[in-house]
């Protein structure tokens, strides 16, 4: 059974920093990309970055880009998630995702195409 549990969120002030962490246990972590994806009290849930298999390949939204960086240490199982620069609008629920991979350098947007998630863990960001 695939099993993903985020950790690492907590309350910090803008400007500040955050590392989470994606442990996943049941599968092979190299078979797998992975997503972070966040939701905000109101909103959709939505993609933050990915990484593919390997670890080759990676992709940021927008919103982020710069200030976090994904990585993945399949030794270890786990993925994570460096967020720098925290800014108010960062504030949500981050949860990871992990999909099948047959292509090392293939990552997924697409939430719908996940096949496990975790729990989520909440990062607040505020003064």
């Known amino acids: 059974q695939l099993q993903l549990v985020e950790s690492g969120g907590g309350l910090v002030q803008p400007g500040g920093s955050l590392r989470l962490s994606c442990a996943t246990s049941?599968?092979?972590?190299?078979?797998?990309?992975i997503g972070w994806f966040r939701q905000a009290p109101g909103k959709e849930r939505e993609g933050v970055s990915y990484i593919s298999s390997s670890g080759e390949s990676t992709n940021y939204a927008d919103s982020v880009k710069g200030r976090f960086t994904i990585s993945r240490d399949n030794g270890k199982n786990t993925v994570y998630l460096q967020m720098n620069g925290l800014k108010p609008e960062d504030t949500a629920i981050y949860y990871c995702?992990?999909?099948?991979?047959?292509?090392?350098?293939?990552?997924?947007?697409?939430?719908?195409?996940?096949?496990?998630w975790g729990q989520g863990t909440q990062v607040t960001v505020s003064s």
């Open positions: 995702a992990a999909k099948r991979a047959y292509y090392r350098g293939s990552y997924f947007l697409n939430s719908r195409d996940y096949d496990a």
């Open positions: 049941g599968f092979t972590l190299g078979n797998y990309a």
